[in-house]
C-alpha cells in the first residue's frame, strides 16, 4: 500500500512570512491537489497539477505559489502569512479513471 | 462554478439510521463522492456515484438524482462511533477535480 504524507504537521508563522508546506505520494498517482479548510467551512481548492512541471490555479490561488518539480511531490508556499489566519491545509494525490481522492493528514497553520 | 449544499448538523440515537443531505448546482457533472472525516484527521472516502438510483453498501447506502441535484448518504444501524462530519463533493469533468460541501456534523446520541 501507498502512503501520502505531509510536511509539517503545525506550522507557526509570523505575519508577512513566506511559509512552505509540502507533501510526498508514493502511489505514482499522476493528479495532485491542495486544498485549504477554515473551521466550519468545506475545502475550497488552491492548486493542482496534472503531472510533472504542470499547475493549475483553483478558486484559491490568490496568496499562494505552488511546485511539482517531481511527479511524486507537491509543495505548496504562502506567499505573506495574514495575521491571525488559521487554517488545515490538506494535500490529495488521485490516479487513472474513476479513482477517488487519497488525503494526507494536514498541516495545520496557525498565524501570530 | 460549483455549488455544493449541505445542512450544519445532524443528530440522531444509536442502532437507527441517519440520512446526509447533499443538494448541488453545476456546471459540468462527472459523479459525486462522499467522505468522512473525523476530528482533526483526513477526510476517508467512502463513496461515489455517477448514475441514478440507490447504491447500498452495506453499512453506508447513497442515493443520487441527476436531474434534481440532489444525493444523499444513509447510514444504517448507527454507532457512537459513527459520529463524524460527513463531507459531499461534486466531481468537475475537467481532471475531476473535486468542489465540496461545508460538511455535515452528525451526532449519534446513546
Known amino acids: 500500500g501507498g502512503i501520502i504524507t505531509q510536511t509539517p504537521k503545525f506550522l507557526i508563522g509570523q505575519e508577512g512570512q513566506k511559509l512552505t508546506l509540502k507533501c510526498q505520494q508514493n502511489?505514482?498517482?499522476?493528479?495532485m491537489y491542495w486544498y485549504r479548510q477554515d473551521s466550519g467551512k468545506g475545502l475550497r481548492l488552491i492548486y493542482y497539477?496534472?503531472?510533472?512541471?504542470?499547475?493549475q490555479k483553483g478558486d484559491l490561488s490568490e496568496g499562494y505559489d505552488a511546485s511539482r518539480e517531481k511527479k511524486s511531490s507537491f509543495s505548496l508556499t504562502v506567499t505573506s502569512a495574514q495575521k491571525n489566519e488559521m487554517a488545515v491545509f490538506l494535500c490529495a494525490s488521485r490516479g487513472t479513471g474513476d479513482s477517488d481522492y487519497t488525503f494526507g493528514s494536514g498541516t495545520r497553520l496557525l498565524v501570530i | 462554478g460549483q455549488g455544493v449544499e449541505q445542512p450544519d448538523n445532524l443528530m440522531s440515537v444509536e442502532g437507527t439510521f441517519a440520512r446526509v443531505n447533499c443538494t448541488y448546482s453545476t456546471s459540468g457533472f462527472n459523479g459525486l463522492s462522499w467522505y468522512q472525516q473525523r476530528e482533526g484527521h483526513a477526510p476517508v472516502f467512502l463513496s461515489y456515484v455517477v448514475l441514478d438510483g440507490l447504491k447500498d453498501s452495506g453499512h453506508f447506502s447513497t442515493f443520487l438524482s441527476r436531474s434534481n441535484g440532489y444525493s444523499y448518504l444513509l447510514l444504517t444501524e448507527l454507532q457512537i462511533k459513527d459520529s463524524a462530519s460527513y463531507l459531499c463533493a461534486v466531481r468537475e469533468p475537467n481532471y475531476n477535480v473535486l468542489y465540496f460541501g461545508s460538511g455535515t456534523k452528525l451526532t449519534v446520541e446513546p
Open positions: 502511489f505514482n498517482h499522476d493528479t
Open positions: 497539477s496534472i503531472t510533472e512541471n504542470d499547475l
